[in-house]
């Protein structure tokens, strides 16, 4: 009985947090950088929490990077549309699965916790091909 | 004149045939992990890249690495690294047994991730607290939640904003030292904070 109304007050407290459903953060940005929900288009700044299913868009002058709750790191350069179209994170397990779309520019990729959990538990697709990471740092490049 | 504007449309068209590419590289405690291609072209691969210092073309049906060579990263590859986020770090502080008192040396950690949370930008920061196995499982996961929020509260206080922050207690499951039940364990007395 005291287990269940823990519990329920540990759900209570992260149902309020507005964090709840962050999956990663802005750090930098700089010239023309947003994030894309649905039909809101959000400034790129420090602070700026994302939500699965963001898209990240940079234009000619604009750049941003961001970490993710499982430690990944992104850093996108100009010209650039990244999605993030899934993205769970289990923070107690450390387990998860991440998929990122890049449909046009470039991406620096050190992959976080949900690469390490299982094989292709993360993937990166680009227009012509699906990759499965395996622990490591890389760029990812598509040119327009 | 019509001439040259054709080549520099052909040129222009061939620039925008140029397919995607991959560099691999070390991490940064000099690590080497791969990148499996799953796909390229439209059919399944299984093909693993896994040598460092690389360059991958993809969409091809058998993708193959080659080395970046003498020209080393172009300079926009060098910018993009240059731009990534600082890699998370984490803090350990430790209690007195079965209290949400800090440990005298543990006091002066909080000096240093107060620190390292001033140097970043846009900043998150995740708070978790444990405990040793003395006492009972209900009463561990209060006090370890006791624990972490000790820890955000003492942050919000130096300036931090809440948003920022996160909290949570996991009692006795994780132990840092796997010990019996009912074992007073000062390494398991503890709350873990990652700054990202």
Request: hydrophobic letters at 40%; aromatic letters at 4%; charged letters at 25%.
């Amino acid at each position: 009985m005291l287990r269940l109304s823990l519990t329920l007050g540990a759900f209570a407290l992260v149902a309020a947090s507005p964090a709840a459903a962050e999956i990663a953060r802005i750090k930098q940005s700089s010239g023309t950088a947003a994030v894309e929900r649905n039909a809101q288009r959000l400034k790129a700044a420090p602070g700026v929490q994302l939500l699965p299913g963001d898209q990240l868009v940079t234009g000619k002058d604009g750049r941003m990077s961001l970490t993710f709750i499982d430690n990944t790191r992104f850093a996108l350069g100009p010209n650039s549309r990244v999605s993030v179209s899934e993205f769970r994170y289990d923070r107690t397990r450390q387990k998860g699965s991440f998929v990122t779309k890049v449909d046009r520019g470039s991406l620096a990729i050190v992959s976080g916790r949900i690469a390490k959990s299982d094989r292709d538990a993360m993937k990166v697709r680009t227009p012509n091909s699906l990759l499965g990471v395996r622990g490591t740092k890389f760029i990812v490049a598509v040119p327009k | 004149m019509i001439r040259a504007g054709v080549a520099a449309a052909l040129l222009m068209t061939l620039g925008g045939c140029a397919t995607s590419s991959l560099v691999l590289l070390p991490d940064d405690e000099g690590h080497q992990g791969a990148v499996a291609v799953l796909e390229s072209g439209g059919a399944p691969t299984d093909a693993v890249i896994a040598q460092g210092n690389s360059r991958t073309k993809l969409g091809t049906r058998a993708p193959i690495a080659r080395p970046i060579g003498r020209d080393g990263l172009k300079k926009d590859e060098t910018a993009l690294l240059t731009g990534l986020p600082p890699p998370a770090k984490g803090f350990l502080l430790y209690f007195e047994q079965g209290t949400t008192t800090l440990t005298p040396q543990s006091a002066t950690v909080l000096t240093a991730l107060r620190q390292e949370i001033a140097a970043r930008s846009g900043p998150e920061v995740e708070v978790i607290g444990h405990t040793d196995t003395v006492g009972g499982e209900d009463d561990n996961d209060r006090l370890s939640m006791k624990r972490a929020e000790e820890v955000l509260t003492w942050l919000a206080s130096q300036g931090f904003d809440r948003s920022m922050m996160s909290a949570v207690g996991r009692g006795e499951r994780q132990l840092m030292q796997p010990t019996m039940d009912n074992v007073d364990n000062p390494a398991n007395r503890r709350v873990e904070v990652i700054v990202r």
